[in-house]
């Protein structure tokens, strides 16, 4: 399965283990997110170490497996999909990540319940992951 997955889910990944993580690292998900996913998680590292329980060696060895598993799309190749997605999308810090699941055609791992107002693309939140793949609620 296909997905593109916004940056609160691995937000959540690197602040605690549990489900998100485990679905996170199902072998049969592909992930896909915008090239600027990475900024975002050095802008806020020490907040997010401030949040867990994670050694600041563990949160980097974390973020080079998540960095592994998801492959990053460039601005220029999702550009043609920018003013469908402003369309639809909500809030505007969104617009990345729908204009990529629309290349790719495929759905959202999203826990923002206003990315599912929209119809053009499938918003699956953890819990309907975790249901897919028979992970067990946590």
Known sequence: MNLVVDANIIFSVLIKSGKTEEILFESSLNLFSPEFIFEE????????????????????KLMLIIKKKIATVSNEETEEYITGAEEIS???????????????????????????GQSRVKVYTTEELARIFSYAKT
Request: with cysteine; net charge neutral.
């Open 90 to 116: 909500p809030d505007p810090k969104d617009v990345d990540y729908i204009a990529l699941a629309l290349k790719l055609k495929c759905g959202l791992w999203s826990q923002d319940k206003a990315l599912s």
């Open 41 to 60: 998680f050095n802008k806020y590292k020490k907040e997010i170490l401030e949040k867990t329980y994670r050694s600041e060696s563990e949160f980097e």
